[in-house]
């Protein structure tokens, strides 16, 4: 069975920095990979997903995602954030077509002025 | 352009009511249907599937139980609701290998 793992259920940045979110995934074939964004009482967003294609995936809102297979990560980046973008992040793992989805626990975004 | 709805968008009901939960897609046919729970501080848990009318599968037994009447249409229900049910239902649908969420449904159980 596929799990996922969100490093840091909170973190916090400064307007103009840096983006990081982390996402680890186990899986015994090769995956498809999903960064969601919610915005509080709102449904989710698809951000970007990676189907084996290119390793560096670009999404919505200026963010991208690097699939490395050897780290089993899936880290979410943006290089400088905006207040906007403070949100929760999911990311998740599907092993087939299929699109049975497990997320993992959520990151929630802060951004400071 | 493929649309999902859900309804109502907030409820608030007593502890012993029963509950009906609306989602319907449009702008595409024999979607893959899905019912999701975001408790308060939780993730994301999945309820419910269906890959076709009068196709449920159930993810985690509990006091609700879902339908799908129609290709499009995919309801949530409980005969009596507990307080424990409280939280954020969120519909999504799937066509390929992306799953895309409704706006949700936040209910409140007194």
């Known amino acids: 069975a596929q799990s996922v793992t969100q490093l840091g259920s909170h973190v916090s940045v400064s307007e103009g920095a840096l983006v990081l979110l982390r996402c680890n995934y186990s899986?015994?074939?090769?995956?498809?990979l999903f960064w969601y964004v919610q915005y509080p009482n709102q449904g989710l967003q698809l951000l970007l997903k990676?189907?084996?294609?290119?390793?560096l995936v670009k999404g919505i809102n200026g963010f991208e995602a690097e699939f490395k297979k050897s780290e089993t990560s899936f880290h979410l980046t943006k290089p400088s954030a905006h207040m906007s973008d403070a949100a929760e992040y999911f990311c998740a793992v599907s092993v087939d077509a299929g699109n049975m989805l497990t997320f993992g626990g959520g990151t929630r975004l802060m951004v400071k002025p | 352009s493929q649309t999902i709805h859900q309804w109502p968008a907030t409820l608030v009901q007593p502890v012993g009511s029963p509950l009906s939960l609306e989602c319907t897609v449009e702008g595409t046919s024999n979607p893959n249907l899905y019912w999701y729970r975001q408790a308060a501080g939780r993730g994301l848990q999945l309820l419910f599937y269906?890959?076709?009318?009068?196709?449920i599968s159930s993810e985690v037994p509990q006091n609700l139980s879902a339908s799908r009447p129609q290709d499009r249409q995919f309801i949530l229900s409980s005969k009596k609701l507990l307080l424990s049910d409280s939280g954020f239902y969120l519909c999504a649908w799937s066509w390929g290998d992306t799953q895309y969420f409704g706006p949700g449904t936040r209910l409140t159980v007194l």
């Open positions: 899986s015994s074939v090769p995956p498809y």
């Open positions: 269906s890959v076709g009318i009068g196709q």
């Open positions: 990676y189907t084996s294609a290119a390793t």
